[in-house]
């Protein structure tokens, strides 16, 4: 068995790499079996046991810790590892996967971009200064030449850390803190939000008529939510699993409580990879809520 700290993973993981595993997991989704994740809620705390087997019998395990006080400590607030077994069901790769995690669900939200994002687009604004944010910044920047970034967070210092972090990763980009959001919103090509958030960080009747596109991978519980319904109601609205979406994607659950329909969905991960349509509305907006299949893509990269 192969062993892989957060270190290895990072020198191991490619984003080209990465991107194509992910888009191959979703062209060919309906290899895998992938059972419903398992889901602790311990007060604040949040635990899932994440199982997948792909069509060659490679099967991998996600444990997952959620502990939002671990921000205060000093620590990460997501935690997990993975174990993958080889198609003979041998032990063949340990990983801590907490840096795994990250680039998957970038990753992700770079591969729907992709698609979806403006063809010129300039400006990225990130919102959020998480662990998860500047990984988002990198992939999003696999996929488009941007000129500039755009980060906006509560916190200011925890947003010039954030910038900092995006800088020494895209040394070719200017990144810039803003503090005036609905601005940022407007001048922005395309907006990624990766927080905590309770109530919606976004808000519908700020967006300038124009293209945009819009990320959401944080609210995974139907108590969270990044954007208000008026946001989900101006886009076209597409998602990585519809099952997972309609159990815990709190954006588009309230937005359903404010008259939308989860009928109004354009298109899954899937459908978008394997038939592109071209969306009809300006505003494009990607919901993730993670899946077990992108895990196991990527564990079978360090295997290689």
Known sequence: MQFFSDDDVRNVLKWP??????????????????????????????????????????????????????????????????TLNDPQGTPSVSASA?????????????????????????????????????????????????????????????????????????????VTVVNDLPTACQQADVITVATTAKSPIIMGDWLADKPLHIDLVGAFTPAMAEADPVTVKKAAVYIDDLAGIQAEAGDLIQACEAGWSFNEVQADLQTLVTDFQKPDKPVTLFKSVGLALEDLQVAKLLSQ
């Open 17 to 82: 790499a990465v991107l194509g595993a992910l888009e191959a997991g979703f062209a060919h989704k309906d290899q895998f079996f992938i059972p419903e994740r398992t889901i602790i809620q311990a007060g604040d705390n949040i635990y899932l046991t994440m199982p997948c087997v792909d069509g060659e019998g490679w099967f991998g395990v996600k444990q997952v810790s959620i502990v939002p006080e671990n921000s205060a400590r000093g620590l990460p607030t997501v935690q997990a590892h993975y």
């Open 98 to 174: 907490t840096l795994m995690t990250k680039m998957r669900t970038a990753g992700a939200s770079a591969l729907a971009a992709r698609y979806l994002a403006p063809e010129h687009a300039k400006t990225l604004l990130v919102i959020g200064t998480g662990s998860l944010a500047p990984w988002q910044a990198e992939a999003h920047a696999q996929v488009r030449d941007y000129e500039q970034i755009l980060v906006w967070g509560r916190n200011l210092e925890k947003a010039e850390d954030t910038r900092a972090d995006i800088t020494s990763r895209l040394t070719n980009i200017s």
